[in-house]
């Protein structure tokens, strides 16, 4: 058994679709985890491996593999009302002027959209997690000028072993066929 943790906005299906076509003999786990809980489920060893969004801060944590997989750009949500929503896209110039709901704790997304789809300023959030709590009264415009975040996938490097690097593999899009 493979367990493997994703955060809110990642969608490991894909790869849970290539693990199971190529006829491993582990089975293979999915399990939600909270942005809040990334850390700790590797500490604690809650899971194998985990798709992390970085940066993880955790004075508990082993020493990690980290394996960058993607950026996610940014975003900012609106309201449907609000006069940012007819930007095709957004500069941090064009937010200035706009209240920004600030992250009160790592899960609190969907809060945050609830009170911007109030047509209360706007939240800054990755695409996907835009995408995944998108609701018909809001919209979400990529800024231009702001800094990505990044998705990887973290395992303890004293638990690394041949199931975890078939794992690496199949998240790269390598088959059994191709070559390192």
Do not use: Y
């Not at 896209?89 to 969907?110: F, G, K, R, V």
């Amino acid at each position: 058994m493979l367990r493997v943790g994703f955060v809110p906005g990642v969608e490991p299906d894909r790869f849970g679709r290539r693990w199971r076509s190529g006829g491993r003999a582990a089975r293979l786990e999915l399990i939600p985890v909270p942005l809040s809980r990334q850390s700790a489920v590797l500490a604690e060893r809650e899971v194998d491996m985990c798709f992390v969004r970085l940066p993880l801060t955790s004075p508990e944590l082993p020493e990690l593999h980290l394996v960058n997989l993607w950026e996610e750009r940014p975003t900012a949500v609106v309201g449907t009302e609000n006069v940012l929503s007819l930007h095709e896209e957004l500069t941090l110039a064009d937010l200035a002027e706009d209240p920004e709901i600030a992250p009160e704790h790592d899960d609190d997304a969907a809060d945050r959209i609830a009170v911007v789809a109030s047509g209360v300023g706007h939240a800054r959030l990755p695409l996907s997690l835009a995408r995944l709590h998108h609701r018909k009264d809001v919209v979400h415009r990529e800024i231009t000028d702001a800094e990505s975040t990044h998705i990887a996938l973290a395992w303890p490097t004293s638990e690394d072993d041949d199931v975890r690097q078939d794992f690496v593999a199949t998240v790269r899009g390598r088959t059994p066929r191709s070559s390192r």
